[in-house]
């Protein structure tokens, strides 16, 4: 796990991520890639049979390895990346996410990764010395040092590792959905977040390169309970806001599979801007078919398949930010 979170500032340089990227979800794959200089990324869907996959740090996360395999190979072969290495992006309930605090933390990454599984072991319930741990330091001074740790299941990352091996790639970077999503936000400023899936409501505060909330809420199997699990969840999250910085927000950017207008319409907060990361696409859902799109703003020749289904671009747009 590599490079969790670096948005990008106004005229800096992109990192050293893969030029393409695949998401994985319950409801399929979503590849993406940067087809040469200066190009708009192009997009594929895949879907994945029901049950394919269930998303979790407790067990076994490929329900149907045969299927998930295949779904990574179509959606690549899609858009047809120039490289066999693409970032992993993950279901954010996969991958732990903690903003810990340290007095100080060794330079070197061989040197603070034991410190970071340490402190990791009374905060997780599975084995933090086999885990995958990823980090980055968000501020530091003399005396405080702040530090965004990821950290997953070492037999979880290994299933999804294999996965994407067997199809003929080699996973790079591996990102949660929620903090890749982060880096399509444009504002240095001090922003509100949400990323949403049918599993999770992720929140978030990022405050230029600083990250000052971070807050996953698995929802509800009912879909008539999310709404209101929804609605609790952004209060929360702009209450933390209100508190840190003195002043209700005033816009949320969102990323998720359903859509704004709905978004919004289950906040009922009138003094809420909801401003879509990235806007929704529809993607041919349809078993062992792919839909292929031009990114948001590129000609008006855009092609999308019928709307079986839909798919978040957030998350793979995010992880290419970071290319280089």
């Given at each position: 796990m590599r490079s969790i979170f670096k948005k990008k500032t106004a005229g800096g340089q992109p990192g050293g991520r893969p030029r393409a990227a695949v998401e994985i979800a319950p409801e399929g794959v979503l590849a993406a890639a940067l087809p040469g200089p200066g190009a708009a990324p192009v997009y594929a869907f895949a879907a994945l049979p029901a049950g394919a996959l269930a998303p979790g740090i407790d067990g076994p996360n490929l329900r149907n390895l045969e299927a998930v395999t295949?779904?990574?190979?179509s959606a690549l072969g899609e858009v047809s990346p120039r490289t066999r290495a693409v970032t992993l992006v993950l279901p954010s309930t996969v991958i732990k996410v903690?903003?810990?605090?340290?007095?100080?933390?060794?330079?070197?990454?061989?040197?603070?990764?034991?410190?970071l599984r340490f402190r990791l072991r009374k905060m997780v319930s599975f084995d933090v010395e086999h885990a995958g741990v990823s980090y980055q330091v968000l501020s530091q001074n003399k005396t405080e040092c702040r530090v965004l740790t990821a950290v997953l299941p070492g037999p979880v990352l290994a299933e999804y590792e294999a996965a994407v091996r067997a199809a003929g790639y080699e996973p790079g970077a591996v990102l949660p959905s929620s903090l890749a999503a982060l880096e399509m936000i444009d504002s240095m400023e001090v922003a509100l977040g949400a990323n949403l899936s049918a599993l999770a409501l992720t929140t978030t505060i990022t405050n230029g390169q600083d990250l000052l909330l971070y807050r996953t809420l698995d929802l509800p199997e009912d879909p008539a309970l999310r709404a209101g699990d929804i609605q609790r969840g952004i209060a929360v999250a702009a209450a933390y806001y209100e508190d840190r910085l003195g002043a209700h927000p005033r816009r949320l950017h969102y990323a998720g599979i359903y859509p704004a207008a709905d978004f919004t319409a289950w906040l009922a907060d009138p003094e809420l801007e909801v401003v879509e990361l990235v806007p929704l696409t529809s993607l041919d859902a349809s078993p062992h078919r792919s839909g292929k799109h031009k990114s948001p703003g590129a000609d008006s020749d855009s092609e999308a398949a019928p709307a079986l289904g839909t798919a978040n671009l957030a998350g793979v747009a995010g992880a290419l930010a970071g290319a280089g």
């Open positions: 295949a779904a990574i190979r903690f903003i810990l605090d340290f007095d100080s933390l060794p330079g070197k990454a061989a040197e603070a990764i034991p410190v």
